[in-house]
C-alpha cells in the first residue's frame, strides 16, 4: 500500500512493483489530467510536481512519492475559480490541441513559485524540455507573463 | 467576426478535465496489442500463436484468418492489410502479424513476445528512385509505381528555347514525423444492440467507420465511432491505426478493448512526410520573366498508398510555386518502398516542393543579378493569371500584398541595409546575420475534382440556446471556436448560448475528412447555412403568429423583434414545437465543383497565399543557426477568429522551422532508426524565434464571410525562407533538409569567409 499526498488529499492506494506515478495517478486515481506523451521522460507532457517541483511522472516510481505532496492539474484551481496560469492560457491562445496542456501549466507553475517576475529567458530555460507540437511556444510565454502578473497583483 | 474569442474547449483543456481517448475507462476493459513484423520486406512462412494463447491473463490472439470481412484498409486503395496472413507479404517493419487481447497491458506485451513468426527475408526497396529502376524488387504486384502524376502548359521545349538564362537543381527532403503529443488510441466496445462503438481521436470518422465495418463485415450502420478529444494531427491521424484492431478484439471476446500505442508503436507505423527528390529547371528571361518550369519528382510514398497519390500530386501542381509560367512540364513519380507509408502531413505535399521551387528562384535571382523579391514579385500570381493547371484566379489572390509588406516590414527591420547581405554580429565575429524570404500557395479543400461537401445540423432548444453538429474534427486547429462563431453570428446569439458536438457516426452528419485546410470554408459554410435555415424557420413561425412578412422579423442577442414585441428565441422555439416544426435543420454544403488535373479548368476553388522572410543567425565556426525572427503575411481570405489564426501562425512557422533545421525520420534499408522521441529532435520553445504575423485579407466569395484555409500555408514557406537566409548569411546553399550543423560548419570552412559590409 503506497501511502502519499495528492492535491491536499491524503491517498493509499495499491500499486505493482515498479509502477510509475503516472500510471497509478491515471489508471488507479482516475487522475487522467496527467497525459503520458511519450513515456520516455522525452516530452515533458506527463509534468507533475512532488513537494512543489516539477518531476516526470511517466519515469518517476510511484514508491518514490511515498509520504510526498503530489500536485497534478486537477489540484491546481481553487474550487471553480481557475489558477491564474490556467486563465491566462485560455486568454493568450496557448491552448490548442491540449494534449501538452497540464504539463506546460504545472511546470510553469513550479517556476512562478521560485520566481514571481521571471523574464521571456527564464520562462523558455523553464520549459526548454515541455513539447509542444502545435508550438503555440509565444503564446505559451505570454499567458506564463500574463500569470505572473496576475499572482502579484492578486 | 474577427474579434479575439477563446476557445470554449480550452477551460476543460487547462483543468484536467478534457478527455482524449486514453482517458477512457469501462468495467471489464482489456487491453490489445499488435504485434509487428519488424522486418521490411518478406514472406511470413509461420506463425504460431499456441504459447501466447496459454499465457494466463490472455483473453485472445487473433490472426489474419480470423478478420471476418476484408483483410484491407485504406483511405483510396484498399492495400494495406489489417494483418498479414502465413504465405502473404510484409511490407515494412510495423505491418501487424497477430493480436492479442489481456487483462493488463503487461500481459498482452508479455504474450506479444511468446507469438513464434518466422519471415523469408525479400530484397528491400528503399528509396523511391531505386524503386523506379526496371530490376528493383517489386512491393506490391502491381508494380512500384502508386502514380506517374503529370503537369503540362504550353510547350515546354518551345519555353526553354525562349529562355535566356536556365537553372537546374536537385533538392533532397527527408521522411518526416508529425509527432503529435498524443498517442494513436482506440477503444472498441459492443453494445447491447449488438453493435460496436468505437472511441478515437480520428481526423475522419466517417472513414473510419466504413473501414471497420469492412473488414468485420458488418454494415456501417452497425458501427459507431465515437470522437474523442485528439492531441494533436497535422494529417498523421487521417489513415487507420488501431481502430480495427480494436474492434477485431472486441468483436472476439465480447468486451471493451483498448488499443493504445507507446510512442515506438507510433513512430514505427503510421504514415509519414514523403520523403523526396525534386529537380527543378526554370528558363528566364533576362529581365527575370519566367518562360519555362520542367519539374521531375519522386515521392517516397512508403509500403501502402494511404494518401499518397494525392499528396504527390499536391506537391507536383504546386512544384512550380505561385507563378505565371507559360510554360510547364511536371513529372512525379509516387513510387512504393518498403518503408513506413507515407501520407498527409500539414503541407500535403506542397512543403517539399516550396523548398525546391523557392530555393531555385533565389538562385535565379542570384544568377540573373536581380533582387530575389523582385523576381518574385514580377512573376507572381495575381487576379487573372492562370496556373499551370490551367486555372483562371479570377478573384482572392493576395500574394502580391504579402510579398509587398513582408519586404516592407523586413526592410523597416533592416534598418537600412541590405537585408540579404551578412552582417557581422557586433562583438562576435563568428556570428552572421542574414535575411532570406520565401513565398508559398496552397489549395482549400480536397480539389481535383473531388466531390467536396460537408454537412451540419444545427438545432435550436427552448433554453434559447443552440447546438451545432457535424463530424468534422477539432485536432487543436480551433474548429469548435470558428463554428461556435459562425452559428453565432447568423442566429443572432451570444457566443455562450452554442454548443458544438463533433465527430460522432450516430449524432453528427458527415462533415468529411478533416484535411486541406478545408473545414473554417467546408463546414464553416455548412453550419452557415443551416443556421440560416432555423433562423428562417423561427422567422416564419412568428410572422405567421404577429401576421407579419418573415423579413419584419429580426434576430437580435437571443431575442426575435417582430411588431413590437420582444420574444426570447427560447419562446419562439416553444411555439414552433407546440405547432409540430422541428426547431433544427441539417445542410448539405457543396463546395464549387473543380476539375481533374489534366482537363485544365480549376482544380480548385480557393488558394491561400503566403510569404515569410526570416533572420537567421549563423555561428560560422560550429554551423549553428538560430532563427531570430520570422515575419510571416498569409491571405487568409477573411479572418474568423485571431487567436486560433495566432495559434495556427505561430505553430506553422515552427513546424517549418524543424522542417528546415532539425527533423528528419531516420529509415535505413527499411528500419526505423527513428524508433523513439529522443532521436526525432523536433523544436523545443527554446528555438523559438520573435514571430511577427502579418493578415491579408483578399476574401473568396463563396468561403464564409469571404474565408480560406490557413492550416498549412503558415507552415509552409517558413523552410526556404530560413535556408535561403542561410544562404545569404553564409555563401552555402541548402539542397538537402535538413541543415546538418556540421556540414553547414564544412562548406563555411570550405568558402571565403563572407565580409561585412
Not at chain 2, 129 to 151: F, M, T, Y
Not at chain 2, 472 to 479: D, K, P, Y
Not at chain 2, 620 to 625: A, C, Y
Request: hydrophobic letters at 40%; proline letters at 6%.
Amino acid at each position: 500500500m503506497l501511502k502519499l499526498w495528492v492535491n491536499g488529499e491524503a491517498v493509499e492506494v495499491e500499486v505493482a512493483p515498479g509502477e510509475m506515478l503516472a500510471d497509478v495517478l491515471r489508471y488507479r486515481l482516475g487522475l487522467t489530467g496527467t497525459k503520458i506523451g511519450c513515456n520516455e521522460a522525452e516530452c515533458g507532457t506527463c509534468t507533475v510536481l512532488l513537494d512543489g517541483e516539477p518531476v516526470l511522472s511517466c519515469s518517476l516510481p510511484a514508491a518514490k512519492a511515498a509520504g510526498r505532496k503530489v500536485t497534478t492539474i486537477e489540484g491546481l484551481a481553487q474550487g471553480e475559480r481557475l489558477h491564474p496560469l490556467q486563465e491566462a492560457f485560455v486568454k493568450q491562445g496557448a491552448v490548442q490541441c491540449g494534449f501538452c496542456i497540464p504539463g506546460q501549466i504545472m511546470t510553469a507553475a513550479a517556476l512562478l513559485e521560485r520566481e514571481s517576475d521571471p523574464d521571456e529567458e527564464v520562462i523558455r530555460q523553464a520549459l526548454k524540455d515541455t513539447l509542444c507540437r502545435c508550438a503555440g511556444y509565444p503564446s505559451i510565454i505570454r499567458a506564463v507573463r500574463a500569470a505572473a502578473r496576475s499572482l502579484k497583483t492578486g | 467576426m474577427g474579434h479575439v474569442v477563446p476557445r470554449p474547449d480550452a477551460v476543460a483543456k487547462v483543468t484536467g478535465a478534457a478527455r482524449f481517448a486514453d482517458d477512457y475507462d469501462f468495467p471489464g476493459l482489456l487491453h490489445g496489442r499488435a504485434l509487428r513484423a519488424g522486418v521490411p520486406h518478406a514472406i511470413l512462412k509461420r506463425l504460431d500463436v499456441a504459447k501466447a494463447k496459454d499465457l494466463p491473463g490472455v483473453v485472445a490472439v487473433l490472426t489474419a484468418e480470423d478478420i471476418p470481412g476484408e483483410r484491407n484498409h485504406g483511405l483510396v486503395i484498399h492495400d494495406w492489410p489489417a494483418l498479414v496472413g502465413v504465405g502473404e507479404k510484409v511490407r515494412y517493419v510495423g505491418d501487424a502479424v497477430a493480436l492479442v487481447a489481456a487483462e493488463r497491458r503487461e500481459i498482452a506485451t508479455q504474450a506479444l513476445e511468446l507469438i513464434e513468426a518466422e519471415y523469408e527475408p525479400l530484397p528491400v526497396v528503399s528509396d523511391p528512385v531505386q524503386a523506379r529502376q526496371p530490376d528493383a524488387p517489386l512491393v506490391h504486384e502491381s508494380g512500384n509505381l502508386l502514380k506517374h502524376i503529370k503537369v503540362r502548359k504550353g510547350d515546354i521545349e518551345e519555353g526553354f528555347a525562349q529562355a535566356e538564362v536556365i537553372l537546374d537543381e536537385v533538392y533532397h527532403t527527408p521522411t518526416m514525423e508529425h509527432a503529435f503529443m498524443e498517442p494513436e488510441c482506440s477503444i472498441a466496445r459492443l453494445t447491447a444492440e449488438g453493435r460496436i462503438e468505437v472511441y478515437v481521436g480520428s481526423q475522419i470518422p466517417y472513414a473510419d467507420r466504413d473501414q471497420i465495418a469492412r473488414c468485420l463485415a458488418l454494415p456501417p450502420e452497425k458501427v459507431r465511432v465515437i470522437g474523442t478529444l485528439i492531441g494533436g494531427g497535422f494529417g498523421g491521424k487521417e489513415d487507420i491505426a488501431g481502430q480495427i484492431h480494436a474492434a477485431l478484439l472486441a468483436q472476439a471476446t465480447g468486451r471493451p478493448v483498448k488499443v493504445l500505442y507507446d510512442r515506438h508503436e507510433s513512430l514505427l507505423v503510421h504514415p509519414k512526410r514523403h520523403a523526396t527528390q525534386i529537380r527543378v529547371r526554370l528558363g528566364v528571361k533576362r529581365d527575370g520573366t519566367l518562360v519555362a518550369a520542367q519539374t521531375e519528382l519522386y515521392g517516397d510514398s512508403g509500403a501502402y498508398a494511404s494518401l499518397g497519390e494525392k499528396v504527390m500530386t499536391r506537391a507536383t501542381t504546386h512544384s512550380t510555386g505561385p507563378y505565371i509560367v507559360p510554360h510547364v512540364k511536371a513529372d512525379c513519380y509516387a513510387m512504393y518502398t518498403n518503408n513506413p507509408p507515407s501520407g498527409a502531413f500539414r503541407g500535403f505535399g506542397v512543403t517539399q516542393s516550396c523548398f525546391a521551387v523557392e530555393s531555385a528562384m533565389d538562385q535565379l535571382a542570384e544568377r540573373l543579378g536581380m533582387d530575389p523579391v523582385e523576381l518574385r514579385r514580377k512573376n507572381a500570381l495575381r487576379v487573372g493569371s492562370v496556373t499551370n493547371t490551367g486555372q483562371l484566379l479570377t478573384e482572392s489572390v493576395g500574394l502580391l500584398e504579402c510579398i509587398d509588406r513582408v519586404e516592407a516590414e523586413m526592410r523597416r527591420l533592416s534598418g537600412g541595409r541590405d537585408p540579404f547581405k551578412p552582417q557581422v554580429v557586433p562583438g562576435a565575429p563568428n556570428r552572421v546575420r542574414a535575411w532570406g524570404l520565401a513565398v508559398a500557395f496552397k489549395n482549400t479543400g480536397l480539389g481535383g475534382g473531388a466531390p467536396d461537401k460537408a454537412s451540419a445540423e444545427v438545432e435550436l432548444f427552448t433554453d434559447g440556446t443552440a447546438e451545432v453538429r457535424t463530424s468534422s474534427a477539432e485536432i487543436g486547429q480551433g474548429l469548435v471556436a470558428v463554428l461556435q462563431m459562425i452559428a453565432a453570428e447568423e442566429l443572432s446569439l451570444p457566443l455562450e448560448k452554442v454548443r458544438v458536438l463533433l465527430s460522432d457516426t450516430d449524432l453528427t452528419p458527415d462533415g468529411g475528412p478533416t484535411t486541406a485546410s478545408r473545414q473554417t470554408y467546408v463546414t464553416g459554410n455548412a453550419v452557415r447555412l443551416a443556421s440560416d435555415v432555423v433562423r428562417q424557420a423561427v422567422a416564419t413561425t412568428l410572422a405567421e403568429k404577429y401576421d407579419v412578412p418573415p423579413e419584419g422579423v429580426r434576430f437580435v442577442e437571443g431575442l426575435a423583434q417582430v411588431n413590437g414585441h420582444s420574444v426570447p428565441l427560447g419562446e419562439a422555439v416553444a411555439m414552433m414545437k407546440a405547432e409540430g416544426r422541428e426547431p433544427k435543420a441539417t445542410y448539405e454544403y457543396w463546395a464549387p465543383k473543380t476539375q481533374p488535373l489534366g482537363t485544365g479548368g480549376d482544380m480548385h476553388f480557393a488558394y491561400s497565399f503566403a510569404t515569410q522572410a526570416a533572420e537567421v543567425e549563423v555561428d560560422l565556426e560550429t554551423g549553428e543557426v538560430r532563427v531570430l525572427r520570422v515575419i510571416a503575411a498569409n491571405d487568409v481570405g477573411r479572418v474568423i477568429n485571431p487567436l486560433g489564426l495566432q495559434g495556427q501562425i505561430e505553430g506553422g512557422v515552427m513546424m517549418g522551422l524543424g522542417n528546415a533545421l532539425t527533423e528528419e525520420f531516420i529509415v535505413e534499408e527499411g528500419r526505423v532508426i527513428t524508433d523513439r522521441l529522443a532521436r526525432y529532435r523536433m523544436p523545443s520553445i527554446v528555438l523559438t524565434p520573435q514571430i511577427i504575423p502579418i493578415v491579408v485579407e483578399h476574401p473568396t466569395g463563396e468561403g464564409p464571410y469571404g474565408a480560406k484555409g490557413i492550416g498549412e500555408i503558415s507552415s509552409i514557406p517558413t523552410t526556404p525562407a530560413i535556408t535561403n537566409a542561410v544562404y545569404h548569411a553564409t555563401g552555402v546553399r541548402v539542397k538537402r533538409l535538413p541543415v546538418d550543423q556540421d556540414w553547414l560548419a564544412r562548406e563555411i570552412a570550405r568558402r571565403e569567409r563572407p565580409q561585412d559590409v
